[in-house]
Nanobody
Framework: QVQLVESGGRLVQAGGSLRLSCAAS????????MGWFRQAPGRNRTIVAA????????YYTDSVKGRFTISRDNAKNTVTLQMNSLKPEDTAVYYC????????WGQGTQVTVSS
């Protein structure tokens, strides 16, 4: 059973930065496209960013383009989301998964951006 463990979320003021990290328990990670998702209260979980297995190509939803950067370290089975210029609307629980959400969800990490 694959396990995903997200970390790095906390309360931050608008305009601030956070770096989220996700560790995967399987070596399959190294050949799998990964994504970061978020779910705000009362809303569906949506994808925020994705990265191919090699890291050679990335995707960002429009609302985070230019502010968030996804990266990965296949040697450590980790995927990272650098979040800059945070806005209150970025407040959500953030999760990582395959880009198609094919693995069991982890517990997520709470990001709260105060105005």
């Amino acid at each position: 059973q694959v396990q995903l463990v997200e970390s790095g979320g906390r309360l931050v003021q608008a305009g601030g930065s956070l770096r989220l990290s996700c560790a995967a328990s399987t070596r399959t990670f190294r050949t799998t496209a990964m994504g970061w998702f978020r779910q705000a209260p009362g809303r569906n979980r949506t994808i925020v960013a994705a990265i191919t297995w090699s890291g050679g190509s990335t995707y960002y939803t429009d609302s985070v383009k230019g502010r968030f950067t996804i990266s990965r370290d296949n040697a450590k089975n980790t995927v990272t989301l650098q979040m800059n210029s945070l806005k209150p609307e970025d407040t959500a629980v953030y999760y990582c998964n395959t880009d198609r959400a094919g693995w069991p969800w982890g517990q997520g990490t709470q990001v709260t951006v105060s105005s």
